[in-house]
């Protein structure tokens, strides 16, 4: 963690980043609190990482559904090609497998 993180002076992403690293921390459920509040804030609700990281946390406590429709919103939020096949194929449902 960095200095600006330990002191809470951090920016739009600094925020997002700090509430992944709580939620790796102290496990996803600890997450969607600080993410909740910084929702709340409209540079974050305008930024790609937000519900990226809801979508994350969302996710990892087996909220499928929640998760796609988050990581959708990320992938028509972000100005990057990369990120944005990413996200995408994460807004996926998963493939079916056998006949």
Same mark, same amino acid.
């Given at each position: 963690? +960095?200095?600006a993180? !330990? &002191? ?6 600094g925020?997002?980043? #700090? ?5 790796? !921390?102290?496990?996803? =459920? ?5 993410? *909740? ?7 974050? $609700? ?7 990281? $809801?979508? *994350?946390?969302?996710?990892? +406590?087996? $909220? +499928?559904?929640?998760? #796609?429709? =988050?990581?959708? #919103?990320?992938a028509?939020?972000?100005r990057?090609?990369r =990120? $944005?096949?990413?996200? &995408? *194929? #994460?807004?996926e449902p ?6």
């Open positions: 963690m +960095t200095a993180h !330990a &002191t809470g002076a951090v920016g739009t992403v925020a997002v980043f #700090r509430v992944e690293s709580v939620s790796m !921390a102290w496990g996803p =459920e600890a997450g969607p609190a600080p993410v *909740d509040a910084l929702a709340g804030d409209p540079a974050p $609700r305008s930024h790609h990482l937000l519900p990226s990281v $809801r979508g *994350d946390l969302s996710a990892r +406590t087996g $909220r +499928t559904d929640e998760a #796609r429709a =988050e990581f959708a #919103r990320a028509g939020l972000t990057n090609a =990120e $944005r096949a990413m996200l &995408t *194929d #994460r807004a998963p493939a079916r497998e056998g006949p």
